[in-house]
């Protein structure tokens, strides 16, 4: 071949497998770009920024029903995993929205997550976002369920105690006027109707507490409170009842101690613990309260050697109208809601109450308590503050 002729051939040759490779790498890079896409498919311009914000948990879906943005609260709720949507309910949701195009809002009892076994109340709304993507949203009714259920059944349980009393009251004056001639007859069922209404009054009293302190999850205007001066008070009250029973209180330990909260309540508090070790213990013996503390806890102890409770109760005594013998209890006028009264006044200062227990030998009910800063400790640490 001519040297003339190579050269072009060479430059043709050249230019046809440069093109060749730059064809390629461009087909690659868009093939690559495609992929990208759907790999990472978007949502619409500003949802993005809104869902972020949302509190509610809210899920977009593509066509694909493949998850393609979440708020961290749909990961709370376990609704979504994997991509995909937990519960085959709200696929079914997504699906008929998707097919007849209106936006549908339900309630629903779900799962906790695939495998979880807590049961979720829901109210789900699920909307078209745009023509490709649909959005859900989920709002956690489950805490405001169970408060309705409480309540429902907080209802019921009063009726039920009310009756009691009051029938026997009605029961009474029925024998009071048929036993008008024989005074001693008079005296004893007057004796009795005193006693139900005494019963009667305790029990509105308490449930009037009680309902004053579920209303406040929290005080609302804690001062410094000291202890010492709470026990003090709470043996004040009981100081009748207990000699009438033949019990000695004693009382020692930490002094000093101080919470924060409202001394009214945490009063009444340790006064049920004292009512009822004063109430479940034979003569003659003994009640103790003492007090011990860390650098952060008060704890106040409440013992006695009364009748105990038995192991299988234990963990019901904090229940509203839980007895463990419901006849010694009525017979001594318990309400049943002494404990539920102490439950809920700790956990309104932030503690809680434990109970130990053995029949036949005697329980120690422990409060405990956060230690408050006192007002020494809070100025010398604001100066290190300042300084
Ligand atoms: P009650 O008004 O019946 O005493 P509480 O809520 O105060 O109601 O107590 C619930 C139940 O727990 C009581 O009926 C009793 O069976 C049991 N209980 C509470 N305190 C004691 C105690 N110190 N010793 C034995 N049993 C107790």
């Given at each position: 071949m001519e040297s003339a002729l190579l050269v072009p051939l060479a430059l043709l040759l050249g230019a046809l497998l440069g093109g060749g490779a730059v064809a390629i790498i461009i087909a690659a890079v868009r093939r690559g770009h495609r992929a990208a896409q759907v790999a990472t498919a978007t949502v619409p311009d500003g949802v993005d920024q809104v869902i972020d914000a949302l509190e509610s948990a809210a899920v977009v879906l593509d066509s694909s029903n493949t998850v393609i943005k979440t708020s961290p609260g749909a990961h709370a709720l376990g609704l979504v995993w994997h991509r995909t949507l937990v519960h085959a309910r709200l696929v079914e949701l997504v699906d008929r929205v998707r097919r007849y195009g209106d936006p549908v809002t339900e309630d629903l009892e779900l799962t906790r997550g695939p495998l979880g076994d807590a049961q979720l109340r829901l109210s789900v709304r699920v909307a078209p976002l745009g023509t490709r993507y649909m959005l859900l949203i989920a709002d956690d009714r489950t805490e405001a369920h169970r408060l309705e259920a409480v309540r429902r059944d907080f209802v019921a349980n009063i009726s039920h105690e009310l009756k009691t009393p009051i029938g026997a009251v009605g029961l009474l004056a029925e024998a009071l006027e048929h036993a008008s001639d024989d005074p001693d007859q008079v005296r004893r069922f007057a004796e009795r109707m005193k006693t139900e209404s005494a019963r009667l009054a305790a029990m509105t009293q308490e449930i009037i507490e009680l309902s004053r302190l579920q209303a406040a999850n929290a005080l609302t205007d804690p001062s410094e409170v000291e202890v010492d001066a709470v026990i003090a008070a709470a043996i004040d009250k009981n100081r009748v009842a207990a000699e009438a029973a033949g019990i000695q209180i004693v009382s020692g330990g930490a002094k000093k101690a101080r919470v924060m909260g409202d001394e009214g309540m945490l009063v009444t508090a340790v006064h049920n613990l004292v009512a009822n070790a004063i109430q479940y213990s034979q003569k003659p013996s003994r009640v103790g309260i003492g007090v011990s503390m860390t650098d952060d806890i008060v704890e106040i102890a409440v013992t006695d050697q009364g009748v105990g409770i038995p192991d299988e109760e234990l963990d019901r005594v904090?229940?509203?109208?839980?007895?463990?013998d419901q006849a010694r209890s009525r017979a001594t006028g318990g309400t049943g809601l002494g404990l539920s009264i102490v439950k809920h006044v700790v956990q309104n200062h932030g503690g809680d109450v434990r109970v130990w227990s053995q029949s036949g030998y005697g329980s120690t009910f422990t409060i405990r308590l956060p230690r408050a800063v006192s007002s020494q400790r809070a100025s010398t640490s604001k100066q290190k503050v300042r300084s």
């Open positions: 904090f229940e509203r109208f839980f007895r463990v």
